[in-house]
């Protein structure tokens, strides 16, 4: 058993379960495939999960500073 199987890996949502059109939460970043996933996975599995979830999430947060999600028109 790897280190990473015996530390518990707490989840990433974040209670604002909501799905976009591609199907992956607004709020922690996860795929509904992935959220599914989430009680049989194993500590190794749900890291790698939680880092593709984050960088899902990065790169929504980084779209929306470019304007490329947000409306920046005249108030």
């Known amino acids: 058993m790897s280190e990473t199987s015996r530390v518990s890996v707490p989840s990433p949502c974040r209670d604002i379960c909501?799905?976009?059109s591609t199907n992956v939460?607004?709020?922690?970043?996860?795929?509904?495939?992935?959220?599914?996933?989430?009680?049989?996975?194993?500590?190794?599995?749900r890291l790698q999960?939680?880092?593709?979830?984050?960088?899902?999430v990065?790169?929504?947060?980084?779209?929306?500073?470019?304007?490329k999600l947000f409306d920046r028109g005249p108030r």
Do not use: P, Y
């Open 18 to 20: 909501e799905l976009d």
């Open 58 to 67: 990065e790169r929504v947060l980084e779209s929306a500073q470019d304007g």
């Open 49 to 56: 999960i939680r880092a593709a979830a984050r960088a899902r």
């Open 25 to 45: 939460c607004l709020g922690c970043g996860r795929t509904l495939g992935e959220i599914a996933e989430w009680t049989r996975a194993d500590s190794e599995r």
